[in-house]
């Protein structure tokens, strides 16, 4: 058990959530696993308390990137079953909703944020730009256009489980017109490089409506001077998301790369709402 007492402000509306995450593999030989299952650390968000568990007991280290907040966990673990549990109390500030927030002009783009502009591996906006003006370029610009993006992938792009793969991309999913979180994300994302507008993937513990509860991917728009967040799947609230990884694409952001000859057992992240008020996140409840 680890206790990270850094929450946000007292006088900020918040969320805290509980997280109890178990993944099981069965391995064929010796393996390497880097996992991001982690909340991670910044960005509105503080981890009250969690700990982690690993049957059987092997070495393990987490490293922490300090601009993302990113947290890797990295361990090696022999021929045999391996398991991992871990357990948080996490802390989220919720901000404002930025509906009146303008697109940020290419030279007053910071440096550090500059990259997500860029055309990656699994959102290729230079192959979508003419795509990208015919259907949103005539629009008004700012928060309408990306809600406007956001809400025309939903419509546009069936969720189908299993329509794609790990190397499935934003243009195969705009041709396919189907795929999972993940490739509704890369496609509004790679809408958004094409119209000049700065963004990035988000992944983290969500809680559905409906189960099973899973890892969820949204993506954040660069609006007003701020990271804006939307989910174009509209399966749940932005403002309970609790953050694992924010990369450039999903190559950033996987919450498991394994080397070896590992086969996934089981996956259950779990995510649980303990509060929602406007009250110092101190007060609430820690658990893990």
């Given at each position: 058990m680890i206790e990270i007492l850094n929450p946000p402000a007292a006088d900020t509306r918040s969320v805290t959530s509980q997280i109890d995450c178990g993944l099981?593999?069965?391995l064929g030989g010796p393996c390497d696993f880097i996992f991001s299952v982690h909340a991670a650390l910044g960005l509105g968000q503080a981890v009250l308390s969690e700990s982690i568990a690993i049957d059987p007991p092997v070495a393990y280290r987490v490293n922490t990137?300090?601009?993302s907040g990113n947290r890797l966990m990295r361990l090696h673990a022999e021929a045999g079953p391996l398991s991992l549990r871990y357990q948080a109390?996490?802390?989220?500030?919720?901000?404002?909703d930025g509906l009146h927030a303008r697109e940020v002009p290419i030279d007053e783009v910071p440096d550090?944020?500059?990259?997500?502009?860029m055309t990656t591996r699994y959102c290729e906006s230079d192959h979508l730009s003419a795509v990208a003006f015919k259907l949103f370029g005539s629009?008004?610009?700012?928060?309408?256009?990306?809600?406007a993006i956001a809400d025309w992938v939903r419509t546009n792009i069936d969720y189908r489980?299993?329509?794609s793969t790990a190397t499935t991309t934003a243009r195969d999913v705009f041709v396919q017109r189907a795929g999972v979180c993940r490739d509704f994300a890369h496609l509004a994302i790679t809408f958004c490089r094409a119209l000049n507008i700065p963004a990035r993937l988000v992944c983290g513990y969500a809680h559905f409506a409906e189960p099973p509860q899973d890892f969820h991917a949204i993506f954040e728009a660069y609006l007003g001077g701020r990271w804006v967040m939307f989910d174009p799947t509209g399966m749940a609230p932005v403002d309970k998301?609790?953050?694992v990884a924010t990369g450039r694409d999903a190559k950033?952001?996987?919450f498991a790369t394994i080397f070896g000859p590992a086969r996934m057992v089981s996956m259950n992240p779990e995510i649980a709402e303990v509060s929602f008020a406007g009250t110092a996140p101190g007060s609430a409840p820690a658990g893990g």
């Open positions: 099981s593999y069965a990137d300090p601009q109390t996490v802390v989220r500030r919720i901000e404002e550090d944020v500059l990259h997500n502009l629009l008004p610009t700012g928060h309408a256009r990306v809600a489980i299993g329509a998301l609790v953050r950033d952001v996987a």
